[in-house]
């Protein structure tokens, strides 16, 4: 499958994120941008900032659109802050799924044939907890690779989280997904 990546994300942000998707008790989808640095040439990932969904957000039981001019005002503070760059997206499935959609995909694929530079993107999607616990939800973590050239779609890894440090290789899912 190639390189293994490993994905950083400390305590205090994936609180900060578990905070933000609370949103998602209405039934809509939320989320926002992922900043921070890699992956380097270990595939070492680290995420720094998560970001909220912007007052322009388009939220719906099963789409989630973050307000783009926000992210993009939130990526530039970050840029001066600590050097962070844009690395990936997070958002819930209200209904449950950790598993990225057929839309997903979709998104994922055009992000990293739109974007010049981005080879991963780090995908996570948050689901609740039970009773529609949100402070309790579980963060499924992935990391989004293009296809080998002269393939369509996007290869997916699934990666396993340990005190803040996911690994992937533990689901490996490198299907090409292109229609799903």
Known sequence: MGLTYTVR???????????????????????GIL????PNA?????????????????????????????????????????GSDWIGEWHTHPAGGCEPSPRDLRTYTEILTTTPG???????????GCRSNWNASRISHWVVCLSAPGKEGVRVQAVRS??????SGARSHSAERSER
């Not at 981005?118 to 609740?128: G, H, M, R």
């Open 35 to 38: 900043l921070g640095h890699g």
């Open 162 to 167: 340990r005190s803040g440090r996911m690994t």
């Open 42 to 82: 270990e595939g070492s990932i680290e995420i720094a900032h998560v970001g909220d969904p912007g007052p322009g957000a388009e939220r719906r039981s099963d789409f989630f659109l973050r307000d783009l001019h926000h992210g993009r005002r939130l990526a530039a503070k970050a840029w001066l802050e600590d």
């Open 118 to 128: 981005l080879e991963v993107l780090v995908a996570l999607i948050l689901t609740p």
């Open 9 to 31: 994300i400390g305590a205090p942000l994936r609180e900060h994120m578990r905070r933000l998707a609370d949103a998602s008790r209405d039934g809509r989808e939320t989320g």
